[in-house]
């Protein structure tokens, strides 16, 4: 596989589920980033992770847990989430964490019920 | 604090008949201005940086152009295949370390035959 690939592309949980997203990049970049993508919104950043570090969190609610293993992989833990986080979570990767070019997934549409 | 602000909303094209995209943007110092596709169901795609006034790039039938105070996308005798939704971002000049993208809404572009 090429590029940055997100599971599952869509999901649908209670407000008192715990659920995972997952992003692998094939990219061999060193950064990595959420992003949540809601209608008529601008696109807004969430965490920065380079070198397996986190380097930004952007006043995420502690309802998002994220975690990078290595630098392929990220993931977005959810838990006790409220329906106003029902979004597009995109996930993206870049060479280095000035974030200029960005390679984004998919994403994972997200519906909390 | 940086913004950005894409017109029109949306836009509807025949097949062949050009037009341009703006995206204003604030920012206290910029670093670069980048324009992104995004198309139903997947994450934004690059399609370029523009890093001074005066600069142009161009991809196909796709041309950026960018001034002091706004950019345009310039679509030039547009195909179907064109349709999606345009995102335009800014990134600061940092003093130090990362400085996030900041992006607009976009515009959501539909070229009928």
């Known amino acids: 596989e090429t590029g940055v690939t997100q599971t599952p592309r869509h999901l649908v949980m209670g407000m008192t589920n715990k659920k995972s997203l997952k992003c692998e990049q094939h990219?061999?970049?060193?950064?990595m980033y959420w992003y949540k993508q809601s209608a008529k919104k601008p696109l807004e950043l969430m965490f920065v992770y380079n070198f397996k570090e986190q380097t930004e969190n952007n006043s995420v609610p502690s309802r998002f847990s994220p975690e990078c293993p290595n630098s392929s992989h990220l993931f977005l833990h959810l838990h006790t989430l409220q329906p106003e986080d029902s979004a597009l979570y995109l996930c993206?990767?870049?060479?280095?964490?000035?974030?200029?070019?960005?390679?984004f997934g998919s994403g994972t549409q997200l519906s909390v019920l | 604090e940086d913004q950005v602000t894409q017109s029109p909303e949306a836009l509807r094209l025949q097949e062949g008949e050009s037009s341009s995209l703006n995206c204003s943007y604030t920012v206290s110092g910029l670093r670069g201005l980048f324009w992104y596709r995004q198309d139903p169901g997947k994450g934004p795609e690059f399609l370029f940086t523009?890093?001074?006034a005066g600069e142009e790039k161009e991809k196909e039938r796709l041309k950026a152009t960018l001034t002091k105070k706004e950019s345009f996308l310039h679509i030039t005798a547009p195909k179907p295949e064109d349709s999606a939704t345009y995102l335009c971002a800014v990134q600061s000049d940092p003093n130090t370390g990362f400085q996030k993208l900041v992006f607009g809404t976009g515009t959501r572009l539909l070229v009928s035959p």
């Open positions: 993206a990767s870049s060479q280095d964490r000035v974030g200029e070019k960005l390679f």
């Open positions: 990219l061999g970049h060193n950064a």
């Open positions: 523009l890093y001074s």
